[in-house]
C-alpha cells in the first residue's frame, strides 16, 4: 500500500502536466479564477494631485486669517487655469484636484463662513495654520505607472476586480476551470428518483455528492449515469467521458477485489495506472490513472482518472485529499494542498492500529481551547464506519489520526485538514444522548471558564443536566478538565436510563463560592436545568468549598444521595470517609455534589443511577411516580411486624431490621 504522501505527490505531478492553456475571460467572469500573467498600470493613480478631505486648498505659509475663495475644484471638476496665489483659498471636495499653487488642504472643521463681500464672492476664515502637503494624496501615491498590480498565480476576488477595472483591464487572462465526468458503478444502483426499492437495489448517492462536491470547487461538470458491472458498459461511459472534453473522470465503486470490480481492469486497458491501494482509512482502494484520447479528429488530451471507492464516506475523504488538489492545480493554484490548523480532541480519541486514519470532526474556534488561551478543538461526529454517511454531515475537518493504536487523549493536540468552513457555534453545545458516540469515543464538551454560562441544548430535552467543575487549577489553565468530560460521557451513556438526559451546558469555575453559587442559581432560577453535577470540591483543604456554595442555595436536602455516593466511594478507597459532599433540591432542581476524580464520578454515578429517574420526576411534581416493584399499601396483604420479626428470630434467620 502506497503512504498518502506519496499518493498525493503522484496526482499532483500528473496534474501539473495536465492543466489547460490559459485564456482570456471578460472582468465580469473572471472572479474566482486564478491569474496567468501580471497586470501592469499603464498610468499612475491618483493621475493629478487629489483632495483626502472636504476644505480649502491653501499656500501653507499663509497660516490662518480671512481670504477669499477664487474657485472651486470638486471631483471630477479639475478647476484647469486656475493658480491659488498666495493670500487666496480655493474650495475643494473629497477626491477633487488640487489648484496649482496650493500645498496643503484645511478641512472645513476647522474654517469659518464670512460675509460675502460687496462684489458678492465668497470670504473664508481659516482658523487653523496647515503643514505642507496636508491632505493631499500625491500623483501615483496609491498606484505608480507601469508598477505591476496584480501577479501571476493570484486569486481573483471583489478586490481584484476592482483593480483591474481602475488600471483599465477589461479583457483578463485567467487559467480556466476543469471539467470532471462523473458517473457510479454497480449492478445494484438505480436511480434517486427511484420510489421502491427491489431486493439488492440501492439508490445512487455517490454521483449526486461527488457531481455537488465538484460544483461547489467552482468546476464545469458532466453526468454520465450509471455504468453496470460489465467491461462493456464501463467502457462506454469512459469513452463519453473522453469525448465531453473532461480534465478529470470521478467513478466510485468497482475498485475492490471482487470478480465484478472491473474498474481497475479497465482504466489499465485504456490508459496507466500510477497506484490502486493507499494505506489509509478509510479509502484503501483509491485507484488512479491517467488516459489519454484516441480520437485521431482531436488533439491528444489526457485526463485524470480517479476510480474511488463505492463506500459514500470513503469516496467523499479521497475527493477531499486527492481531487480538490488535483483540481486547484489544473486551476492555476500555485499551492493546491488543503488548509490544516492544529486543534485539541475535546474527548479521547482510538488509533487505528495498521493505517492512519481520517476522522471525520466538526472544528470550531474556542475563547479556551483547555490550554488557557484561544484555540482550535475538535469533535467526533460519531460512528466513522466508512458507509455511514451521517459521519460527514457537517464534519468540516478530517483529524490526521497517526495509526499507533493508542489512545489520544482529551486535550491533545493533533493536525486537521480543513474540508469546509468553520462556523462559529456555542462553545458548550454537546451531542445529543440521542446519538451516542461509539465506544472508542467518550463524547463531551470542552469546558469553558465563564462566570455566566449559556445554557444551550433544545426546550425539549426530557431531563436537561449541567456540569460544573470546580477547580482552581482547571479555572486558570494550568491543567486539563478530567472530570467534566468524563461526566459528560456517563450521562450520555446513561440517558435513557436518567429519562432521557441532555448535557446542556458545562463550565468551570475556581473554588470560590460566590462563583459556584452564582453559576448554580442561574441554571436552577433561569435555565431550569433538572439535574446539576458538581465536580470537585468536597475536601477538606482550605480551598474545598462546594458543599457551603451548595447548601447556600438548596431549599431542602437529600441526605440519602450523598450516603449512597459515600458508600460506593469506601469500596475503592477509605479516603472517601474525608468526602463533605452534599446534595438537595432548589426548586424544581436537584443538586449533587460529586468528587473530582474522574473515576470516581462514574463510580458515583452508578450508585445513583437507580434512583435519580424517579427522584428528578418526583421534583417535577409527579407524585404517583413510584418504584416499578411498588405495590400500593391498598393492595398489599396485612402483615404483623411483631410476629413477622419473632418468626424471624426464633428460626436463626437474624434480626428483620438488618440488611
Known sequence: MLPVEEALAAVLTAAAGAHAAPRGVPLHEAL??????????????????????????VVASDGPGEYPVITEARAGDDALGVVVDPGTVAYVTTGGPIPDGADAVVQVEDTEQMPAAADGSRRVRILVRAAEGQDIRNVGCDIEKDSIVLNSGEHIGPAEIGLLATVGVTTVKVYPRPTVAVFSTGDELVQPSTATLSRGQIRDSNRAMLLAAALQQKCKVVDLGIAKDTEESLEELMDAALHSDADIILTSGGVSMGDRDLVKPCLAKMGKIHFEKIRMKPGKPLTFAEITTKDTSKPSKTALAFGLP?????????????VVPAIRVLSGWSNPHLQRVHVRLSHP????????????????????????????????????????????????????????GQILAAGTSIQAILISDIISSPSHKLPAASSPLPSQLVPSAKSISTDVPQVAASENAEVKVAILTVSDTVSSGSGPDRSGPRAVSVVNSSSEKLGGATVVATAVVP????????????????DHVNLILTLGGTGFTPRDVTPEATKSVIEKEAPGLAF?????????????M??????????????????????????????????????????????????????PHSQAAPVDQWERSFKAASTGMGCSCEP
Not at 476522522?359 to 466513522?384: F, K, L, N
Not at 473554588?511 to 433561569?526: A, H, P, R, T
Open 32 to 57: 474566482g479564477l486564478v491569474l496567468a500573467e501580471d497586470v501592469r498600470a499603464p498610468d499612475p493613480l491618483p493621475p493629478f494631485r487629489a483632495s483626502i478631505k472636504d476644505g480649502y486648498a
Open 310 to 322: 463505492g463506500n459514500p464516506v470513503s469516496c467523499m475523504v479521497c475527493f477531499n485529499l486527492f
Open 349 to 404: 480519541l482510538r488509533a487505528d492500529p495498521h493505517r492512519p486514519e481520517f476522522h471525520r470532526a466538526v472544528t470550531r474556534w474556542v475563547i479556551d481551547d483547555g490550554s488557557g488561551r484561544p484555540g482550535y478543538v475538535a469533535e467526533s461526529t460519531g460512528h466513522q464506519a466508512s458507509s455511514r454517511l451521517l459521519s460527514m454531515k457537517s464534519a468540516n475537518a478530517l483529524l490526521e489520526i497517526p495509526s499507533t
Open 511 to 526: 473554588d470560590e463560592v460566590e462563583k459556584i453559587k452564582g453559576i448554580l442559581v442561574k441554571w436552577s432560577d433561569i
Open 564 to 576: 449512597v455516593m459515600l458508600q460506593e466511594s469506601l469500596k475503592i478507597t477509605p479516603f472517601a
Open 578 to 631: 474525608l468526602s463533605r459532599a452534599t446534595a438537595g433540591i432548589r426548586g424544581s432542581t436537584l443538586i449533587i455534589n460529586m468528587p473530582g476524580n474522574p473515576n470516581a464520578v462514574a463510580e458515583c454515578m452508578e450508585a445513583l443511577l437507580p434512583a435519580l429517574k424517579h427522584a428528578l420526576k418526583q421534583i417535577k411534581g409527579d407524585k404517583r411516580e413510584k418504584h416499578p416493584r411498588h405495590l
